[in-house]
């Protein structure tokens, strides 16, 4: 069954420091999206991107983020200067459909670590 | 605003018992609602959907959950609770093109 990979599945960084996580969508499907979860707390819209470009992005993307497809396979997302506070869990998603009653499927997360 | 609230974060039962875990939500557009299921070291996995129509969906593995627009919940239940049921239950609300989700529930079940 097709799914969502992401790498790495944990990645401890000190602060400052530019961190990429990788994830490579199921192949047939052209949406794209990052969610985080800080521990504890909501799982939460970071970003969705479509015919290379974003779609939507929430309050939490800022400058300090980045997405982009550089090779038609692989979605990235970079963070430039990691904050103690970015220390989460980040789900990369895809879909074939968009709108309301698209199905989201996720991957299993890359816990990021900033010291 | 779209909001979802799921009451408890914690729920433990026997197995063998009925599981409830409650989802509330609050938004300015017709929902469409989603229960997601995420078991130790894996991604999110989809158990139901509700779009539009009949108000009690079927799942994947035993589960069901009805959309009571009056109540404005979503609540997930399961007849009888299996061992390999454990895990974290997301109730998330789409009414744009993004995801809105719950605080999760961690259910577990005793045997």
């Known amino acids: 069954e097709p799914e969502v990979t992401q790498t790495p599945s944990h990645q401890v960084t000190q602060m400052g420091q530019e961190v990429i996580l990788r994830c490579v969508p199921i192949s047939n499907h052209l949406y794209f999206y990052w969610y985080r979860q800080i521990l504890g707390q909501k799982v939460e819209f970071l970003v969705s991107f479509y015919n290379n470009e974003i779609s939507e992005k929430s309050e939490i993307f800022d400058d300090q983020f980045s997405v982009e497809r550089p090779d038609g396979s692989n979605f990235t997302l970079k963070i430039r200067s990691t904050k103690l506070e970015d220390s989460a869990m980040y789900f990369c998603a895809s879909s074939r459909d968009r709108g309301r009653t698209g199905e989201l499927f996720f991957g299993e997360g890359s816990r990021l670590t900033v010291l | 605003a779209q909001s979802v609230t799921q009451l408890g974060s914690h729920v433990s039962v026997s197995e063998g018992a009925l599981v409830l875990l409650r989802c509330n939500y609050s938004s300015s557009v017709p929902p469409y609602l989603f229960w997601y299921v995420q078991y130790p070291n894996q991604g999110l996995q989809l158990l139901l959907k509700y779009t539009t129509g009949a108000t009690l969906v079927k799942g994947i593995n035993g589960f069901e959950a009805e959309f009571k627009k009056s109540e404005t919940s979503f609540h997930l239940t399961k007849p009888s609770a299996h061992m390999s049921d454990a895990a974290e239950y997301f109730c998330?609300?789409?009414?744009?093109?993004?995801?809105?989700f719950g605080g999760g529930t961690r259910l577990m079940v005793k045997p």
């Open positions: 998330a609300l789409n009414a744009g093109n993004m995801l809105t």
